[in-house]
């Protein structure tokens, strides 16, 4: 199974965005659709209005966007979201990442309407 992304400006790393690519993902950036600069907000929108899963590193922004939403009985394809701890040892390298996503994807976890944190896939 395959997932539709739209990679927020602050993961989209050109190397990452080829391997989720190679990995038969559908991978659309924040740059690609004019969205680097914009508030998180029209991030989101943007990404309820195509039906892409964000995957960001930015998750105290959207916590509170992401609770609204279904608090106001919205839906959303979802959010992934990736900590980091800048720290060369902890912090997950963009082939844990991929992993990571196929990981959530075996497992049968569910998407919609939630946000995931992606380094407990990590395994």
Known sequence: MS???????NSQSKLLVQMLKSAGHKVTTA?????????????LMHAIKTKHILFTQN???F?????????????????IVLHK?????????????????????KIGVSIPNA???LNQYNF
């Open 63 to 79: 916590i509170s966007l992401s609770e609204a939403i279904i608090s106001s009985g919205g839906n959303y394809s979802g959010i």
């Open 115 to 117: 946000m995931h944190r």
């Open 59 to 61: 998750c105290e922004d």
């Open 3 to 9: 997932l539709k992304l739209l990679i927020d400006e």
């Open 31 to 43: 740059f690609e659709v004019n969205l680097a600069g914009m508030p998180d907000y029209d991030v």
């Open 85 to 105: 701890n800048n720290n060369q040892k902890k912090d997950m390298s963009y082939s844990d990442i991929v992993k990571a996503i196929d990981n959530l994807i």
